[in-house]
Every structure is written in structure tokens, then in C-alpha cells.
């Protein structure tokens, strides 16, 4: 006789039987290695002794960690121990449930002689006699009970069984990743097919009828799959109508369907339990009532069937009819499927006796897209890649399905209120999970910037965050920084150029050009004019329904101007709201709206003049140190010249205080030239260098640096007031010495009288090469005196500052970059706000790592 | 840099003597931020000047601060300090002319003891205050006193005045105790030093000070700033002048606005000493009152009641800032389960030493002081819930007005315990406030302060939203028309 063994995929096999009844043998024919953990493995790694019984508790509480580990994850786990006494089945079980898994005990059950006579062979094994009756009798007395404890327990008795016995793999029901769609999932439809069929319809099902004209299928014609959320019936006018035509699609394999919790009350009514028959469960019996006992009994068989929750598409979308929350994806447990049927309510009631439910999806931080109804919403609102699709058509709402993987919403409206609300549909009081049934907006979990091991990069993998750093970035970020809902990208850190050997040069375009004509995989740059004035990041919308539907923010703000360090740009909104209202013109009167097909869009600029920002700097800092230069040089000089006239030998000093004092002038023109008075916007100049990201698209990666340029010359242009400004930049052809020497005299150009200078990117995309930079600046002679102090030309000053090392700069500036290419990438795609918020913040503690703040 | 001294005590140059400087020697002193040079622009009998200049190497100057030290920041890079008569100015002084500023003369004893003419100069001092400030440290050592501002930029003349000043001192004094004072005020008027204070700071101070500033009108302050405000030192400082003056210590630690460091921790500058001030004059007109009890006192036992009355024996501090209220907390056995969290990592630093707790260690299962974190109140945290109340002092008007919602809806949406207090200023009660401008608010860091009606408006909408009951209590004296200072809403459910 040949038992198959069936164990799911996810689970925890228990195997029982005496020692020497052939457990690790069994285990090691039908499992992998890595599945099965034994007792006398765990005891060995504790005692170094596979024997040791005083090293038994020990063993044990290792075994217990490992199965809890390895079933969090998902994994089948084989526990190889003797487990005939009911607390050591006991407790694995115990692990079992907490992970929500399904468990199934397989039982070796040997004569004792055979086990007597396994274990003589083994030297090792030398306890005494009485063991093994003494086991096979706990053994014995458990076997009754094993049913009850496990899933499946199977048993095998005699040698011959268990040699014969196969075990093969179970999928669990709910896992149907194999699936990939494309789907349309449905709404809590309640009974209402007319509706049903306008929608099938709409999304280009066609039905199919049966000879009394009623609908009993529906196909696709482009291969699409239905999902049905549950909560087909009730309350509405045509439950068994809903029924036959989803029946029908689910038999034909053109949909799958969840259960809901009316359909399981349902169940019980049909059953002949007691139910309260409130919520619209009377109109559903009495529609069945109307009903052929053979439909009955089908809808009956049918909803019974209905399990709880799929995983569909490789693991990306789960359906349930209540949400799920991550932990459960996968899992079969009785509280798994009541959360799907049910929600996570709290026990509370609201002011109308309806549940007060917890809002799970506000938690939710799950890889997979997770689609429910349940809990009528005035419209489907994306929380934390979840969305719930139940608006109400029963309540006169509409029906609503959701196209994936598109992500596109399509719905229909209520012929007419079917059945009223208990609360008022439209209320904010009716919206999706939230706590006492409000609006739930996007919160952000400590953990989300936290301890979480890093932010996964498209560029560069793994970016991790030191604790400090991350600790310093959260004050600065809860004190200062915008809303996150506006704080959607922050600008990377950029490495200067290798440092220049020619004399009196720190910096100079030889080298920037240098660095990426030597890695080679560059043979085009960019080079863009740097303006000296403040880092803005612009995010702006067409209007005030984007900012809201988009972005969440219903204050009627429509963007925001943010500093590199995230903070508000101005201290007064109305002067953000200007600025935006000029950009947001600029946008338009370009046509960039409908050209990059967005609502909005981030744009990466400088502000200028420095002074509008900077002004509390300029004093305390920059004009401080030349007005006590100015005050103390004449005067050293002055008392140098006298002690000089008396004829004493000051050795060079008198010269070189003269030179100082020259310098010190020269630092107060490279200062000033960045000041000047601005009142409100007036006096303000916004110079846009490349577009962030839009709707869809991130942009900054998706277009050249020259296609970057000219948009950005578009907006200046499209400006009549004045506000935006052009930014001079041309490129260069890495392999063309005279390419190489027209940028060189451009620099010269802009630096002579003290501008900033250039920032040199490779013109297309990044190569693939992680020592190439994205981009590096080359700043001026005279600017850079405000970096490294007024002398910083003097020969002895110089040579010293020639060591400066730009190891850590350039490591930093590759990681926040990466940083903030995957924050565009996951706004741009809509992700959830915590997503985009965790590499945002990333960016924000990398920049307090310490670094030489003049690099 | 510069620092020049002048005689025209007949025989001037005798100053050379003083000094231990030949008039006609150029010298150099190698310094760890720099060179200092020693040289005589003038040297004849009528008059003698001696030049300190100090070369500072900004580099070097680099180079002799941790990493650790406060401003790791352009700052230090790009700064006065080569050219201000500062902190590095007092050090060489100390370096150069030691024997000097201890008043010893071996070719001519008689001379130290002698006051003599001087002429001091500084070109570019320093001066937190102002004129004023440089007036008030010297005038009563008997200088005369010109301090004329250095204008900040003069290519832009609204930017006004610098905080230099150039100072030209006269009078006639020891010259021991011309450089000893220099070199204590030095550092005081620019109220910033450049190496860290270790405890021989205080030695410094008291040889340095002997014979003038144990009697100097202004010795609470020129300590306190002297030692940089390190609350430790300072005591220590305070208390050895006081045994030097035959007075209580008391006397000698006067409350100074001025002094209370504005950005160094939590402390509220208008909120504390200033606005308690104020409160101390409301008191002050009704004269059979007993003195004022302070506000930020009669805050605190304002919660510490509202708690007691709900029952809250857990309590977590939302905002406890350098632990204050966690140590009243601790010290009333009726609190079972004592918790605090703040943003500022500063500030906790202060809580951690205030309550002897270990950020370190692990966490004890059953212990008063549950934890003691780093946490901000706009992301939901786990470690806030288990409490039966959370208190918001003096918190939310730290708060920008776009973030309130995501505060509220943490506190009490997410972590949600059974009562929240919060307290916080009632804006219509600041025109009693002397030294407040009319629309100013009580700290720089205050995003809003609220009036009675807006408090109320805001409290009413979150506990509508999550299911709180609020009652409102006025904390402080209350105004017939303008309210009590702060108020204070207990939300329950």
C-alpha cells in the first residue's frame, strides 16, 4: 500500500516516532536538507555532543527559533525530532498558528524491536531499554489525538509502509501566482447586475446568455480575468442574478472571486443556522427563495467554496475582500481569513453601531498591491499601493473595477439607491479603513527612515544610512523640512573635479574633462554655467485638484519651494505661491503640460541672488570676516611701516600683511558681487537646470542633459517678467582638443569676474561604471576664496590645499545621487509616500556625514 | 591680530623692560594657530609703542580643533580669526608676555608695581553688545573708553554696523593688570573661544582676575561668559570669587537674561527666566502676594494634577526636552511607568544625565523609567503607545502648521493612549510681556502661538476626529481680559 503524503508548499511537517523509528532517514529522502531541523542537531550545535540529553532545553528553544524563523519566511520547515509527547507537539504547533501556516504531523511508527535493533548499531545511542516501550506508549496515546491537533496527520505503520510512502508538494489555495492577469477587479457589487453588466460591458466583456436571456458568463475578448472582491450579494435587487452570471465566469475560468463576509453569512442562512438576517441578508434570501432548488444548491456549493484571499502575479496583487496586511499574504489560518473577511476591527463601534476597523492599509508596507472593498468610499483612494474598490453602487454610488496592471479605474453609476446607507455614503465619515471611519491620510512609520537597513537603489543597490546620521536627518526633518507630501526629492551632494596642478589654480576644467575622457565610457558632456545662489527644488502643479488628487494636500497650496535640505525656501507662503504661480504660467505657456502629459512636474534650479537666502551668512560669516580684515590689516600694515621707517628688519613681514590686505579686498568683491536686495519675489531669479520628474516619468534620467537645457531655455523665455533665467551651457567633445579648448576659454569667461563656474555631466545617460560621477563641478579663482578664506592663493596655502582628498565627496555624491534617482523613479511611478519619503531622507542623512563642507 | 601698547610715561621705553621685549628687536613666537610677532612701531623716550601681531593660520588653526567640535562647518575654514583681536589674540598675549602679566622684573623690581600712562589698541575687537558692552567691562577698571563701530560692508550701507569694534583704552595702571584684563576680556567680549574648556579654565580665570575682578560690578557675567556658560564651571568659578569677596555665594549669581543661551538647548530664553520675570512684576503690584511662583513651575504641577485626576500612572512625555518633567515624574511615586522622547538629540543628552538613564544599556522589564528616546512626533512610533497618558508641554507651537495634522494624527490617531495634555502659550496674554515687541512671540523657535479661541478651535477638531472629550485649563495667573500666560487642554476618551 502506497500512502501519498500531502504537505503544502508553506508549512510545518512535524514528524513523530520512537527514536530509531527512522525519522532523519525519512526526512532526508523526501526533503531538502536546509528544510529539516532535528533535535539532535540543535543539541550538537549547543553541546557539541549529539547525545548530550542535559543539553536538551537548550536544543530545543534553538529548534523552536529556527522553525519560528524559517515559517516568518515563508518556508517549509521538517521538524526531525520524537515528538510523541503532546507538549513537544504542542509548542511547534503553537509556532505554527503564530505564522499563520497550515501543519501536518506524519507519524513512523516501527515495531519496537526494529527501533531497538536501529539503535544497538549505533555506538552513540546507548540509553537504556526502557526508552523506547516508553515512548511507543506516549506515541501510542497521542495517535487518537493527532487529527484534532494537526491539518492532516498521516501514519505509517511498519517499515514497508514507510519506504513506500511518497510525499508530494501542495500549492496552497490561495496561491495562485502562476496567474499574471491582466485583471479587472470588481467591486462590491451586492446584488446589483444590472450594473455588473454595464460595467462588464465598459471594460469589453462580452456576456453571455442563457435561453431566458439571463447572463451566465462573460469573456474577454483580449484574454482579461475578472476578480470579484466578495460581497456579490445582499441589499441589492438581483443577488441570485449577480450569482449566475459570476458562477458562470468563475466555472468558464474567466474570473476568480474572493469571499466576502455576506457571502459566508449567506452560507450559514442557506445552512438553516441562526443568522440575524439584517444588512440585506432577508432580500438575498428571499431572492433565493425565488430561486430553483438547483441554483440554490449550486450558490450554495459555490460560495462555500469561495476561499478567502489570492495571491496573484508572481506575488504582486493580492486580492481580499476585506484588505490584508502583509504578514498574512500567503498564510491560511482562521484569523488570516477572518481579517480578510472582516477587516482588523478594533471591537469598537462607531456613532451609526458600525465597526470601528483598524486602519491597516495606513500601515501597510508591502511589496504586493493589495485590492478590497468592503467599506464604502465616496472614490478610490491609493493608500500605501492598496485600494479599496467598494463605492457604494448598492448605496447609489457607483461600481467601480480597477484595470491591472495598468492601475486605470473604470466605473459605472447606480441605476438608482438600491438600499440605504446606514451613515451617509458622501460623509468623510465613509471612507476607507480609517480610524473612526475618516479620511485615512498617508502617515509615516518611524520605521520607515529608521533601523530599516538602507534604501534599495535602482543604481547602486543597497545605500545604507549610518543610525547617526539617519538620527541627526529626523531633527532636521521634523523641525524644518516641508510637508513630505511636497518634499519629493532632495539634490545630491557633487564632487569637485581632481585638484588642479597649474599654479594658482585649485580647480580648473582640464581636470573636470579629464575625469571623464580617462574612464572612456563618456565621450559627450554637458557643461552647465553655476550660478552662485541657493539650490531650489520646485514642485508645482497645474492647479489645486492636481495638488489634491496627487499629492493628498487639500489646503489649497500647489507646490512647493524647498532649499537642499528640504526647509521651505520662503518663510512666507504667499511668496511661494507667487513663484508658483509664475513657474506654473511659464509651464503653460510653453506647452509642457501636454507635451510631457503630466500635472505636474519637479523641477531641480538655483535661486538667485545667494543674498536672498543666504543674507544671515553673508554678515555673520562672509562680511564679518572682511570688515575685521579691513579694519585690522591697515593698521598691522601701518604699524609694520613705521617700525620699518625706524629701520628694523621685519623680514617680508610688512609685504606680506600688504598682500593680505589685497586679498581680504579681492574676498569682499567675490561676496558682494552675490548680494543684492530683493523684497518679496522682486529681485529674484530662478534659474531651472533640469526637469525632475512628471507624471509617469523621470524625467532626469529619461532625456540628455541638452534636452534638459532647452526646456529650460523654453521656460526662461515663456517668463515675460523676468523671473526665470536662462543658464548658459554648451558641450564638449571629450576626444576634441579644440572642444577642449573652447570650454576652457568659456570658463575662463564666466569665472574671470568672479562667477562660479561649471558643472560637467556626461551628456547622456550614466554609464554603467560605478567610478564615473554624475557630474562634477569646477569652480572659479576668485569664488572659490569665499570656500577656502581671502589668502587662499598665497603659494603656501595653495600647495597645502592641493592634498585635499575627494575620496569620501566622491562616494557621497554617487550615493545621494542614486538616492535621488530612486526617489524620482518611485514618485514618478506613484508610489506610496513612505517610499518616496525613505529615500528623500536617506538623501538628507547621508548629507551629515562629515565630509569637508568646502569640497 | 593687532594689539598695540603705548606709554608716554617719561623714560617710555622702559616698556620694553615691562615686557621683557627689546624696543629694538623684531621677534617671533611660534604659536600652534599661528606666528606671533613682537615689534616697536615707535620707540623714543616721549613714546613707546609695542605691537603684538598675530599671523593666524587658518589651516593650522583647522587643525588644532576636533572633529567633534561644535561647528564642523565652512565656518571654520572662512572666519574673523586672523584678523580679530579674540580668544587666539588672549592666548598668545598669555604665551608671549607671561612674565609680564604676572608682574615680575628682575633687571628693574620697581617697575610692575607702577601704574604707568597706556594706550591700548585694539583694531578690530569683538564686542557681543556693542560699544556699550566694551564700556561696561572696562570702564570701571578705570579706563577710558573709545569703541567706535567697524561699519559690516561699506559698499552696502544698510547692512549697518559689524559686531567689531575699535577699541582704544586710556589710563593710567599697572601694566600687569592691563594685560591680565585684556586677556580675560578679550575672550568675554567676543563671547566665543576657540579651544575647549577644561577644568583649569577656572585657575585661568581666578589668577588672571586677581586684584580687579572679584570687586568688578560686572563678575557674574564676564564668569559666566568667560567659561562659556558651562553651568559646572561656572558654579565652581562663582563659588571661588565668592570665597575671594567674603560673600554668599548667592549674591554672585545673579539671574541675567542676556546670558541664557538662546539656541543651546530646549530652554525657552522669553518662556523662562524672562517671561517668569514678568511674572514675578504681575506679582509684584499686589504686594501682600508672596512671590510668584515661576510659570514653567506652575506648568508642571498644572499636568502633574491633570494626570493625577485622570489616573494616569503610565505617562510618556512627547517633547520632554532636557527631562524636566520627567524628573518631577520620577520623583512622585504615584507614576508607575515614566517615558520621554524628543527630537533633539541635545536635548536628550540633558534627560539622559538628568535621570541617571543609560541609552545604552538594555531595557529593563518593569522599570519606572521605561525608555528615554530619540523619536519626532510627525512619524507614528510603537514605542509611544502602552501609555495611559502622553504629554505635549510647551510643544506644538514648535510645530509648522502643515505638520499639525500629521502630529495629531500620531498622537492621538496612532499611539492613541487613554489622555493627552497639552500646554501651550496663550498669545493674547503676551501684551502683558514687557520685553516683548507687540506680534512678537515668546522663543525664536515658536512657528505660532495660538489665542484662547484658536487653541480651542484646533482642540475641538482633534478630538472630533478621534474620539477625545477636551476640557480646558488656564495655568498662571488669569487675566480678566487677556487670559492666563499658558493653556492647557486635557483630552480623554
Redesign the interface.
Given at each position: 500500500m502506497t500512502t501519498e503524503i500531502r504537505v503544502p508548499e508553506m508549512g510545518l511537517v512535524v514528524l513523530v516516532g520512537v527514536s530509531g523509528s527512522g525519522k532523519s532517514h525519512f526526512a532526508r529522502k523526501h526533503f531538502a536538507p536546509t528544510q529539516v531541523i532535528s533535535s539532535d542537531f540543535c543539541r550538537g550545535i549547543v553541546s557539541d555532543d549529539e547525545n548530550d540529553q542535559s543539553a536538551t532545553g537548550d536544543a530545543f528553544d534553538l529548534l523552536h527559533y529556527i522553525v519560528a524563523k524559517r515559517l516568518r519566511r515563508g518556508l517549509l520547515t521538517v521538524v526531525d525530532a520524537t515528538n510523541v509527547q503532546s507538549h513537544a507537539r504542542q509548542s511547534l504547533l503553537r509556532i505554527a498558528k503564530e505564522h499563520d501556516v497550515l501543519s501536518v504531523a506524519i507519524v513512523l511508527d516501527v515495531p519496537e524491536r526494529v527501533a531497538a535493533e536501529r539503535n544497538a548499531t549505533r555506538p552513540d545511542r546507548d540509553f537504556g531499554a526502557h526508552v523506547i516501550p516508553r515512548q511507543r506508549r506516549e506515541l501510542r496515546r497521542g495517535l487518537r489525538s493527532l487529527g484534532r491537533e494537526f491539518r492532516r496527520a498521516y501514519v505509517l505503520t511498519g517499515t514497508e509502509e514507510i519506504d513506500a510512502a511518497t510525499v508530494v508538494r501542495e500549492k496552497a489555495w490561495n496561491d495562485r501566482r502562476e496567474l499574471t492577469g491582466p485583471f479587472d477587479i470588481v467591486g462590491d457589487v451586492h446584488g446589483c447586475r444590472a450594473e455588473l453588466e454595464d460595467l462588464l460591458r465598459d471594460l469589453g466583456y462580452e456576456i453571455d446568455r442563457d435561453a431566458a436571456g439571463r447572463a451566465v458568463g462573460a469573456t474577454h475578448p483580449g484574454g482579461r480575468t475578472a476578480v470579484f472582491v466578495g460581497d456579490l450579494v445582499d441589499r441589492g435587487p438581483d443577488s441570485p442574478g449577480v450569482l449566475r452570471l459570476v458562477m458562470g465566469m468563475v466555472a468558464a475560468g474567466d474570473a476568480l472571486c474572493v469571499s466576502g463576509n455576506h457571502e459566508a453569512k449567506l452560507v450559514r442562512a442557506l445552512r438553516g443556522r441562526k443568522v440575524r438576517t439584517t444588512h440585506g441578508l432577508a432580500e438575498s434570501l428571499e431572492q433565493l427563495g425565488a430561486e430553483d432548488e438547483g441554483f440554490r444548491a449550486a450558490a450554495l456549493a459555490f460560495m462555500d467554496g469561495l476561499i478567502s484571499h489570492y495571491v496573484l502575479d508572481g506575488g504582486r496583487l493580492v486580492v481580499a475582500h476585506a484588505g490584508l496586511k502583509e504578514d498574512y499574504h500567503g498564510r491560511a489560518s482562521g484569523r488570516v481569513r477572518s481579517f480578510a473577511l472582516y477587516g482588523d476591527t478594533t471591537g469598537e463601534t462607531d456613532e451609526y453601531g458600525l465597526p470601528v476597523r483598524y486602519?491597516w492599509a495606513r500601515?501597510y508596507r508591502g511589496k504586493a498591491m493589495v485590492v478590497y472593498g468592503h467599506t464604502p468610499v465616496p472614490a478610490p483612494e491609493w493608500i500605501n499601493n492598496t485600494i479599496c474598490l467598494d463605492t457604494g453602487a448598492v448605496f447609489g454610488g457607483r461600481l467601480t473595477a480597477l484595470r491591472y496592471p495598468e492601475r486605470e479605474l473604470a466605473s459605472v453609476p447606480a441605476r438608482k439607491v438600491w438600499y440605504e446607507p446606514v451613515r451617509p455614503l458622501a460623509s468623510p465619515g465613509a471612507a476607507a479603513g480609517g480610524?473612526?471611519g475618516?479620511r485615512e491620510?498617508d502617515?509615516?512609520?518611524?520605521e520607515?527612515?529608521l533601523a530599516n537597513g538602507g534604501v534599495e537603489t535602482r543604481l547602486m543597490g543597497r545605500v545604507t544610512v549610518r543610525e547617526e546620521n539617519a538620527?541627526?536627518a529626523?531633527?532636521v526633518?521634523?523641525?524644518f523640512a516641508?510637508?513630505?507630501r511636497w518634499l519629493v526629492y532632495l539634490p545630491p551632494t557633487m564632487a569637485p573635479a581632481a585638484t588642479s596642478a597649474l599654479p594658482g589654480h585649485l580647480e580648473h576644467p582640464a581636470e573636470a574633462l579629464a575625469a571623464y575622457r580617462d574612464r572612456g565610457a563618456v565621450t559627450r558632456v554637458v557643461c552647465e554655467q553655476k550660478h552662485m545662489g541657493s539650490r531650489a527644488v520646485v514642485t508645482v502643479c497645474r492647479d489645486a485638484a492636481v495638488a489634491a488628487a496627487r499629492f493628498g494636500v487639500e489646503?489649497g497650496?500647489t507646490g512647493a519651494v524647498v532649499t537642499r535640505t528640504g526647509r521651505p525656501f520662503f518663510r512666507d507662503p504667499a511668496t511661494t505661491a507667487e513663484l508658483l504661480d509664475r513657474v506654473r504660467a511659464a509651464i503653460g505657456a510653453a506647452g509642457l503640460w501636454d507635451e510631457l502629459d503630466t500635472g505636474w512636474l519637479v523641477l531641480d534650479c538655483e535661486l538667485l541672488p545667494w543674498s536672498a537666502k543666504a543674507m544671515d551668512l553673508v554678515?555673520t560669516?562672509?562680511?564679518?570676516?572682511?570688515?575685521?580684515?579691513?579694519?585690522?590689516?591697515p593698521?598691522?600694515a601701518?604699524?609694520?611701516?613705521?617700525?620699518a621707517e625706524?629701520g628694523?628688519?621685519?623680514?617680508g613681514?610688512r609685504e606680506?600683511?600688504e598682500r593680505r590686505a589685497s586679498n581680504?579686498a579681492r574676498f569682499?568683491d567675490a561676496y558682494?558681487r552675490y548680494?543684492r536686495?530683493v523684497d518679496g519675489l522682486s529681485g529674484i531669479q530662478l534659474a531651472p537646470f533640469q526637469v525632475l520628474a512628471g507624471e509617469g516619468r523621470a524625467w532626469a534620467t529619461a532625456r540628455d542633459h541638452d534636452w534638459h537645457m532647452e526646456v529650460a531655455a523654453r521656460l526662461a523665455d515663456c517668463d515675460p517678467g523676468g523671473l526665470l533665467r536662462r543658464t548658459e551651457w554648451t558641450t564638449a567633445d571629450l576626444a576634441s582638443p579644440e572642444s577642449e579648448a573652447a570650454v576652457t576659454a568659456w570658463w575662463e569667461r564666466l569665472t574671470a569676474d568672479g562667477g562660479e563656474g561649471m558643472v560637467v555631466k556626461p551628456l547622456g545617460p550614466l554609464p554603467d561604471d560605478a567610478r564615473v560621477q554624475p557630474g562634477v563641478k569646477c569652480r572659479g579663482r576668485e569664488y572659490l576664496r569665499?570656500?577656502?578664506?581671502?589668502?587662499y592663493t598665497e603659494p603656501e596655502?595653495l600647495d597645502?590645499?592641493r592634498g585635499r582628498s575627494l575620496g569620501r565627496k566622491r562616494s557621497l555624491a554617487m550615493r545621494e545621487h542614486a538616492l535621488g534617482v530612486e526617489a524620482l523613479d518611485r514618485l514618478a511611478a506613484g508610489e506610496p509616500l513612505w517610499r518616496v519619503h525613505q529615500a528623500v531622507f536617506a538623501v538628507l542623512a547621508l548629507e551629515s556625514e562629515?565630509v569637508d563642507?568646502?569640497l | 591680530?593687532?594689539l598695540?601698547i603705548t606709554t608716554t610715561h617719561d623714560q617710555a621705553t622702559d616698556l620694553g623692560f615691562l615686557l621683557h621685549k627689546h624696543p629694538?628687536?623684531?621677534q617671533r613666537f611660534e604659536q600652534s594657530f599661528g606666528t606671533a610677532?613682537v615689534?616697536?612701531?615707535?620707540?623714543d623716550e616721549g613714546r613707546c609703542?609695542a605691537?603684538l601681531?598675530l599671523?593666524v593660520d587658518?589651516?593650522k588653526l583647522v587643525r588644532t580643533r576636533g572633529?567633534g567640535t561644535p561647528d564642523?562647518?565652512?565656518?571654520q575654514?572662512?572666519?574673523?580669526r586672523?584678523?580679530?583681536?579674540s580668544s587666539l589674540l588672549a592666548s598668545a598675549m598669555a604665551n608671549v608676555f607671561r612674565t609680564a602679566m604676572r608682574g615680575r622684573c628682575e633687571a628693574r623690581p620697581e617697575l610692575p608695581g607702577t601704574p604707568v600712562p597706556l594706550e591700548v589698541?585694539l583694531?578690530?575687537l569683538?564686542c557681543r553688545g556693542g560699544p556699550a558692552q566694551a564700556e561696561r567691562f572696562f570702564a570701571p577698571l578705570g579706563w577710558t573708553v573709545s569703541a567706535v563701530p567697524?561699519?559690516?560692508?561699506p559698499?552696502?550701507a544698510?547692512?549697518g554696523d559689524?559686531?567689531?569694534v575699535?577699541l582704544t583704552l586710556t589710563g593710567t595702571m599697572r601694566l600687569s593688570d592691563a594685560l591680565n584684563q585684556l586677556y580675560v576680556l578679550l575672550p568675554v567680549l567676543d563671547d566665543a573661544k576657540h579651544y575647549w574648556l577644561a577644568p583649569d579654565e577656572v585657575d585661568k580665570l581666578i589668577r588672571a582676575g586677581e586684584g580687579w575682578l572679584a570687586a568688578h560690578p560686572d563678575r557674574g557675567a564676564i564668569t559666566r561668559r568667560y567659561l562659556a556658560n558651562r553651568r559646572g564651571l561656572v558654579r565652581a568659578a562663582l563659588g571661588r570669587l565668592a570665597d575671594a569677596d567674603g560673600a554668599p555665594e548667592d549674591a554672585l549669581d545673579p539671574v541675567e537674561v542676556e546670558e541664557e543661551p538662546a539656541s543651546d538647548s530646549t530652554e525657552e530664553p522669553m518662556d523662562g527666566p524672562a517671561s517668569e520675570a514678568a511674572n514675578e512684576q504681575a506679582g509684584e503690584a499686589d504686594a501682600s502676594e508672596p512671590a510668584a511662583v515661576p510659570l514653567a513651575e506652575r506648568r508642571v504641577q498644572a499636568v502633574l494634577a491633570a494626570l493625577r485626576e485622570e489616573d494616569a500612572r503610565r505617562v510618556i512625555d512627547l517633547g520632554c526636552g532636557s527631562g524636566k518633567l520627567l524628573a518631577r515624574l520620577v520623583r512622585d511615586g504615584f507614576f508607575t511607568g515614566i517615558a520621554g522622547t524628543d527630537?533633539?538629540?541635545r536635548a536628550l543628552a540633558l534627560a539622559w544625565r538628568r535621570l541617571r538613564f543609560d541609552p545604552r544599556a538594555p531595557r529593563r522589564e518593569g522599570a519606572r523609567v521605561v525608555d528615554i528616546f530619540?523619536?519626532?512626533?510627525?512619524?507614528?512610533?510603537?514605542?509611544f503607545r502602552g501609555y495611559d497618558a502622553a504629554v505635549l508641554m510647551e510643544v506644538v507651537e514648535?510645530v509648522?502648521p502643515?505638520?499639525l495634522?500629521?502630529v495629531a494624527?500620531?498622537v492621538f490617531?496612532?499611539a492613541?493612549p487613554r489622555v493627552v495634555v497639552v500646554t501651550t502659550p496663550n498669545a493674547e496674554h503676551n501684551v502683558r510681556y514687557d520685553g516683548l515687541a507687540p506680534g512678537a512671540m515668546r522663543h525664536p523657535d515658536h512657528r505660532f502661538e495660538w489665542t484662547r479661541a484658536e487653541f480651542r478651535a484646533w482642540a475641538e477638531g482633534v478630538a472630533a476626529?478621534?474620539?477625545y472629550r477636551v476640557r480646558y485649563v488656564p495655568v498662571g495667573d488669569e487675566d480678566p481680559e487677556v487670559g492666563a500666560p499658558t493653556q492647557m487642554g486635557v483630552f480623554t476618551r
Open positions: 486602519p500601515d480610524a473612526g475618516h491620510l502617515v509615516l512609520k518611524i520607515d527612515v538620527l541627526a529626523l531633527e526633518m521634523s523641525r516641508a510637508d513630505p489646503d497650496t554678515r560669516q562672509y562680511a564679518a570676516t572682511g570688515a575685521a580684515a579691513r579694519a585690522a590689516l593698521m598691522a601701518g604699524a609694520l611701516g613705521r617700525a625706524r628694523l628688519d621685519l623680514g613681514l606680506r600683511v581680504a569682499r558682494a548680494c536686495p569665499i570656500i577656502y578664506g581671502p589668502d596655502h597645502r590645499l562629515p563642507p568646502r | 591680530m593687532l598695540t629694538d628687536r623684531v610677532h615689534f616697536y612701531p615707535d620707540a609703542t605691537a601681531l599671523d587658518p589651516v572633529r564642523f562647518s565652512l565656518g575654514y572662512v572666519n574673523d586672523p584678523y580679530a583681536a589698541v583694531p578690530a569683538p567697524v561699519p559690516l560692508d559698499g552696502f544698510d547692512w559689524s559686531r567689531y575699535t527630537v533633539s538629540h530619540q523619536g519626532a512626533l510627525t512619524y507614528a512610533d510603537e514605542r514648535h509648522d502643515p505638520r495634522g500629521a494624527r500620531v490617531g496612532d492613541a476626529e478621534h474620539g
